[in-house]
């Protein structure tokens, strides 16, 4: 049985071929352009099917599943039960939960966010060193100009002007911790059953700076919830440098314009929301 016209023939037959007969397959996807998701249920349980739009994204997603996702532990994270390069598929098994920002109890909220902070920290700590940190600042300044171009009226002269400037000083913050990051980590990719939480989506999963795993969450989150940021870092287990606060509002400065890149072309206004909050915040205040 599938109520998912989208699942192509040649998919189902490769998962048949791991799972075995499969009941049920239902679209999954997230509400964005790429996004190919399908949960399927057979005779060994529910799994989720994911096909990549890129094969960077499938490279990097299968490479964290196998090197630093195993860190976390069994059932904070889904588990690779195969993968497939030539259709850029993966299958993984299902964790139980919700997105966190479901969690409608204030002190269960900031219990979620304890946990994330510690699945964070042992996903970081799975490399302890990144020589190439250096690249990915430059990477980061080289990549803005191209994303304010792409922002279009979305950006005035002078917030763009901001922006160049704030993210100018991430070469000069000199060498910042360094490890595997998850490259998208927000309440988006954290899914939490009342009691646990677990760690989703690695598609974006590299070795790098490490501060910048927090932008997101400095960005849509932490300046209405201040108490969430204290609670994930207790979790996390220690605090950010001096230096590594400056290198994040520079990372959160190349992120809003990425944001205000990518949303209105993906048709995601969230993300849409965090560059334009993320901008207005930065003019305002020069920092986070």
């Known amino acids: 049985m599938t109520d998912s016209p989208r699942f192509p023939a040649t998919l189902h037959a490769w998962v048949q071929s791991v799972l075995g007969p499969l009941d049920r397959v239902r679209d999954a996807s997230h509400d964005r352009d790429g996004s190919r998701v399908w949960r399927v249920t057979g005779e060994t349980g529910d799994h989720y099917v994911k096909v990549a739009p890129k094969a960077i994204l499938y490279s990097r997603e299968t490479r964290a599943y196998r090197e630093a996702v195993p860190y976390l532990g069994y059932g904070n994270a889904p ?3 195969a993968s497939s390069a030539e259709l850029l598929a993966l299958i993984l098994s299902a964790v139980d939960g919700q997105p966190m920002e479901q969690e409608e109890s204030p002190a269960r909220r900031r219990t979620a966010h304890r946990q994330a902070g510690l699945l964070l920290r042992r ?4 490399v302890r060193s990144h020589p190439g940190q250096s690249a990915v600042a430059e990477d980061t300044v080289a990549g803005l100009e191209k994303h304010i171009v792409d922002a279009g009226d979305l950006l005035s002269a002078a917030e763009a002007d901001t922006l160049r ?8 913050c000199g060498p910042l911790p360094g490890g595997w990051r998850h490259g998208d980590f927000w309440e988006r990719n954290l899914l939490w059953n009342g009691r646990r939480c677990a760690l989703i989506d690695f598609e974006r999963s590299e070795p790098g700076p490490l501060v910048s795993d927090f932008v997101k969450l400095a960005t849509s989150l932490w300046p209405d919830h201040p108490e969430l940021r204290t609670a994930l870092f207790q979790g996390y287990g220690r605090a950010l440098s001096t230096t590594e606060e400056r290198a994040l509002t520079a990372f959160a400065a190349a992120d809003a314009a990425s944001a205000l890149a990518y949303g209105p072309r993906a048709g995601d206004p969230l993300v849409t929301a965090r560059g334009r909050s993320t901008v207005d915040r930065l003019v305002q205040e020069g920092r986070l």
């Open 165 to 172: 400037y704030l993210v100018s000083a991430l070469p000069h």
């Open 123 to 126: 996903l970081h700590d799975a």
């Open 79 to 81: 588990i690779l039960r």
